[in-house]
């Protein structure tokens, strides 16, 4: 089982940058693929970015590549997402998501059907 806590939201102008965390408790943190995913005021929820259990690997959605970076530390048990010239459309809210299914079972890094654990949310305000 694991937990996951998000924090690092906030409001912002065009252009800022910002920096969540997600923190993660339990044991076996570090096999857990770990993405980010964000949802927007009537849109479904869609993929951000996301991190295999190792870091060597990343992948990034097209609208948010080259402005946010997505790192983890297994010592720590925690995952970043660092997001920078942020604009109006990146405006949602965002959670941290956790699951083996993308290591273990092929499961495509960007579908939520590969992560089982999910954080509250923490919400990105972006304004022009």
């Known amino acids: 089982q694991v937990q996951l806590v998000e924090s690092g939201g906030g409001s912002v102008q065009t252009g800022d940058s910002l920096r969540l965390s997600c923190a993660a408790s339990?044991?076996?943190?570090?096999?857990?693929?770990m993405g980010w995913f964000r949802q927007a005021p009537g849109k479904e929820r869609e993929f951000v970015a996301a991190?295999?259990?190792?870091?060597?690997?990343?992948y990034y959605s097209e609208s948010i590549k080259g402005r946010f970076t997505i790192s983890r530390d297994n010592v720590k048990n925690t995952e970043t997402l660092q997001m920078n010239s942020l604009k109006p459309e990146d405006t949602a809210v965002y959670y941290c998501?956790?699951?083996?299914?993308?290591?273990?079972?092929?499961?495509?890094?960007?579908?939520?059907?590969?992560?089982?654990?999910w954080g509250q949310g923490t919400q990105v305000t972006v304004s022009s």
């Open positions: 991190i295999s259990w190792s870091g060597d690997n990343t």
């Open positions: 339990g044991r076996t943190f570090s096999r857990y693929a």
């Open positions: 998501a956790a699951g083996d299914r993308p290591t273990y079972a092929g499961v495509s890094y960007s579908t939520h059907h590969g992560y089982d654990y």
